[in-house]
């Protein structure tokens, strides 16, 4: 069967010319297909066991793909590396994407945590400004008390040195008062 890439969209537009529902593209038989279009159909999900087996393939040819520039060839020898090892089918393509798509995870997931240090380094700065500015209030309020209790202490003392002045007198008062008292009785 002959695939023309460029008759697809034109068959989409033939059957589908007032952009109506897209349930008319659907219609456009399987062998119409273009092999853009099924290059970028969604691959199967991997299984636990295809992701083990690619960890140690990788693993495996790591310093292969890091040594070539155009490494299909290296790809398609991992896909039979797990073929052989899981008994599942893989494109070369579908490995290099899996790859791809782990080490920007990895990446992405890592980069978050490094943000996260700096906000926390950031917010833990804030923290301690803060933390020493209200140890500055409290020492300075502390000097406040201070003094206040010293005033009040002065001002005690005071008050207890009139008491006995006060207490003084008024025994001089009675002493006086007695002495008055007694000269007027003789």
Known sequence: ?????????????????????????AEVPSYLVSPQTEKHRRARNWTDA???????????????LKQTK?????????????FEMT???????EIKIKITNMTFQY?????????RKVRSCHLQKKKLRL?????????RLS???????REVR???????ILQVQSLQLQERMMSLLEKIIAKSNV
Do not use: H
Request: aromatic content about 6%.
């Open 70 to 82: 155009r490494n299909a060839k290296v790809y398609e020898k991992m896909a039979s590396k797990l």
């Open 131 to 139: 933390l020493e500015a209200m140890l500055e209030e409290q020492r």
């Open 1 to 25: 069967m002959v695939r023309w890439p460029g008759l697809r969209p034109c068959l989409t537009a033939i059957l589908n010319p007032a952009g109506a529902s897209s349930m008319a593209a």
């Open 50 to 64: 295809e992701m083990r087996g690619l960890m140690l393939v990788w693993e495996e040819f790591f310093d292969e």
């Open 154 to 160: 002065r001002v005690l003392d005071q008050q207890n």
């Open 87 to 93: 008994g599942e089918r893989r494109l070369g393509e």
């Open 143 to 149: 000097r406040a008390m201070e003094e206040t209790c």
């Open 107 to 115: 990446r992405s997931e890592e980069r978050p945590v490094k943000k």
